[in-house]
């Protein structure tokens, strides 16, 4: 079975702090994928990024970085020098590669409030 | 359309009712995904289409819900005898194709209440 955590359920940080979001997964697979979905008040869940498990390189995307590690399996994203429009629940999901059996399964998400 | 589009955005009825829900996806994708999103249970898979074919149900909470495809394009979930617990966002996904490595691209969604 596949599971997602994130810890943390609320976090608040005044504008232009670092925040990092955790992530911690269990799956038996040695192929599968994570990723990190972005859902504003809109509701539109907004995709990020997706890694695999054999690519553990660090990705930065201008403020947003994401670091994977599998001996801890965790898959960390940080967002430097936060602004406003930042606020939002993100959350951090995980699929294998059977086809077939193609769903995300979705920690319970965090949500972050970037204070001006 | 440039990306998945869900109808009605808003649905209320009363206990006991029918609904249906509505999911356009991006042009092209092959694949279609409905979950579930409330308070008490985060997002929940539904259920997976690839063309008009369903390889897995394993979401659906009862016999009440049921979902098809049609033109592999256009999906609607259904829900009989509405029970106040599906209150809920319901929310549809699709991906250019299959396997767990496509990116599923979200619409905004039908928020659902049961009255």
């Known amino acids: 079975a596949q599971k997602v955590t994130q810890a943390q359920t609320e976090i608040s940080v005044v504008e232009k702090e670092d925040v990092t979001l955790d992530c911690v997964y269990e799956t038996r697979d040695t192929t599968y994928y994570l990723f990190w979905y972005k859902q504003p008040p809109s509701g539109e869940l907004v995709f990020l990024i997706r890694r695999n498990s054999f690519d553990e390189q660090n990705e930065i995307s201008g403020r947003y970085s994401w670091n994977f590690q599998k001996s801890t399996s965790s898959f960390n994203f940080t967002i430097t020098a936060s602004q406003v429009v930042d606020s939002a629940v993100y959350f951090c999901?995980?699929?294998?590669?059977?086809?077939?059996?193609?769903?995300?399964?979705f920690g319970t998400g965090t949500r972050l409030t970037i204070i001006p | 359309g440039a990306g998945v589009s869900q109808s009605p955005s808003n649905k209320v009825t009363e206990k006991g009712k029918d609904v249906e829900l509505r999911c356009d996806p991006i042009?092209?994708?092959?694949?279609l995904y409905w979950y579930r999103q409330s308070l008490g249970q985060g997002l929940e898979f539904l259920i997976y289409f690839q063309g008009n074919s369903a390889p897995d149900k394993s979401g659906l909470p009862s016999d009440r819900f049921s979902a098809e495809r049609t033109g592999g394009s256009v999906s609607t979930l259904t829900i009989q005898r509405t029970q106040q617990e599906d209150s809920a966002v319901y929310l549809c996904a699709s991906s250019q194709r299959g396997g767990g490595k496509n990116i599923q691209y979200f619409g905004a969604g039908t928020r659902l209440s049961v009255l």
């Open positions: 999901a995980l699929s294998n590669s059977n086809f077939g059996n193609e769903k995300l399964t």
């Open positions: 042009s092209g994708h092959t694949a």
